[in-house]
């Protein structure tokens, strides 16, 4: 069974607007880890941000928020005042803490347009 | 930058030879984990190494290894390459495997063509 479920492919969105980037995931294990991954064409993996199952408020880095709604296991990225530089395939991933590997949804390709 | 290198960047090899990628960890970090990106795909665990034993592995079969050194640098060895272990392989370590917000910092990658 899949569990990171990104269910957008793609997103074109205008420069300066907010994007929300959708990740639901699926787990039995009480503690887990979220993260968010940036992967510009140049292959690297940029960690973005972390949410912890049992943190009590949204994590927050900059420009990029987590909206944690843990009764929906759903994980969405907010990137406000968006820049051409986000242009880039965005990850979701989960790691629970029974367990030491990362899985990784398929990703959404964002496009910043001028 | 994240102070993971991977080499080499690039490589091309052919059906059957057999390909060694390696891996420099950020500093102080012990543990390091392996991934295969297949195109247009996420990133699939292959393995994990913590103080140089194997701790970990993804669905991925024997011909796949890898070894850890005792100053945490690391390679990923691949046997009998097959078309489709053509992919994007990242390396990505992490301070310690023992705690809860255990962030994983990844190198660039290095994309292997086999033909």
């Known amino acids: 069974a899949q569990k990171i479920t990104q269910t957008q492919p793609g997103m074109f969105v205008q420069e300066k607007e907010a994007v929300t980037l959708d990740c639901t995931y699926d787990t039995s294990d009480p503690s887990y880890g979220l993260f968010w991954y940036k992967q510009p064409s140049s292959g690297e993996m940029i960690f973005l941000i972390y949410?912890?199952?049992?943190?009590?408020q949204n994590a927050t880095e900059g420009r990029y928020s987590l909206n944690f709604q843990k009764a929906r296991k759903s994980a969405n990225l907010v990137i406000s005042a968006s820049q051409l530089g986000d242009s880039a395939m965005y990850f979701c991933?989960?790691?629970?803490?029974?367990?030491?590997?990362?899985?990784f949804g398929k990703g959404t390709r964002l496009h910043i347009l001028p | 930058e994240t102070g993971v290198t991977q080499s080499p960047t690039h490589l091309i090899k052919t059906r059957g030879q057999q390909v060694t990628l390696r891996c420099s960890s950020q500093?102080?970090?012990?543990?390091v984990s392996w991934y295969q990106q297949a195109l247009g795909q996420g990133p699939q665990f292959i393995f994990q190494y913590y103080r140089e034993e194997e701790n970990g592995r993804g669905n991925f079969p024997p011909r796949f290894s890898g070894l850890q050194f005792p100053n945490y640098s690391s390679e990923l060895n691949v046997n009998a390459l097959e078309l489709d272990d053509s992919a994007l392989y990242l390396c990505a370590s992490s301070l310690d495997r023992e705690r809860v917000k255990n962030i994983q910092y990844f190198g660039a990658g290095t994309r292997l063509s086999v033909l």
């Open positions: 949410q912890g199952s049992y943190d009590q």
């Open positions: 991933a989960m790691r629970e803490n029974r367990d030491d590997k990362i899985i």
């Open positions: 500093s102080g970090h012990n543990t």
